[in-house]
């Protein structure tokens, strides 16, 4: 058991992009997208035993870490490693489960209907990522070229230009400015997303193109 000083202070910040808090895991599959959606993102941790209000309700430590055990290692596509820390708070238990970035992307994990599919972390919350998304993750771990010379054509100038002045657009919003097929402003997005030159986030729902 480790020191209540550190784990209370985490619980003082409330859920964010990198901290979820559960009042307990009873679903291996619902928290495997929990790890995806870190995974996929930067990392984080979830805080097993507390409520949404940050009320510490504790845990039964043993059955908690074999439930995310099996979320981690069963029902995420690649596997992932996650570590445990168990903190004594006012004679509660207090579960850590530390997420890190995946190197391979994208983490993936079943919803509801049994289909696998790849979360991310915006905020406090779990979403479904864009397909848009999962591409540019794919793409990164498959890209073994760094001298890979892209040149910016009229589509691509198009796209920066209108960032400059916009704060995103979405994929439908580029291919209407660009006059492109799907598939194209999907390969141009990407490509340039490689480069550093936009980022990917999301907004209400969205996800939008934005500038890197």
């Given at each position: 058991m480790?020191?209540?000083?550190?784990?209370?202070?985490?619980?003082e910040q409330g859920e964010h992009e990198h901290q979820d808090f559960k009042y307990q895991i009873s679903d291996a599959r619902k928290i495997a997208r929990s790890i995806s959606a870190f995974?996929?993102?930067?990392?984080?941790?979830?805080?097993?035993?507390?409520?949404?209000?940050g009320h510490i309700a504790g845990v039964k430590s043993d059955e908690e870490i074999y439930m995310i055990e099996q979320a981690a290692t069963m029902y995420c596509r690649p596997e992932q490693q996650v570590e445990f820390s168990l903190y004594k708070v006012e004679d509660k238990t207090v579960l850590k489960v530390d997420i890190a970035e995946a190197p391979t992307k994208p983490v993936k994990a079943p919803d509801e209907k049994g289909q696998w599919k790849a979360y991310y972390r915006v905020a406090d919350e779990n979403v479904l990522a864009s397909s848009l998304h999962v591409k540019?993750?794919?793409?990164?771990?498959?890209?073994?070229?760094?001298?890979?010379?892209?040149?910016?054509?009229?589509k691509e100038e198009l796209?920066?230009?209108?960032?400059?002045?916009?704060?995103?657009?979405?994929?439908?919003?580029?291919?209407?400015?660009?006059?492109?097929?799907r598939h194209m402003a999907e390969d141009t997005i990407v490509n340039l997303?490689?480069?550093?030159?936009?980022?990917?986030?999301?907004?209400?729902g969205q996800c939008l193109i934005t500038r890197g």
């Open positions: 480790k020191s209540k000083d550190y784990i209370e202070g985490l619980i995974a996929n993102n930067s990392g984080g941790h979830l805080l097993v035993g507390v409520k949404d209000n540019v993750m794919q793409h990164h771990a498959s890209d073994t070229d760094e001298n890979t010379v892209i040149q910016f054509t009229e796209l920066i230009d209108y960032l400059a002045s916009h704060g995103g657009i979405t994929i439908d919003g580029y291919m209407k400015l660009a006059h492109v097929s997303c490689e480069m550093g030159v936009v980022d990917l986030s999301y907004h209400n």
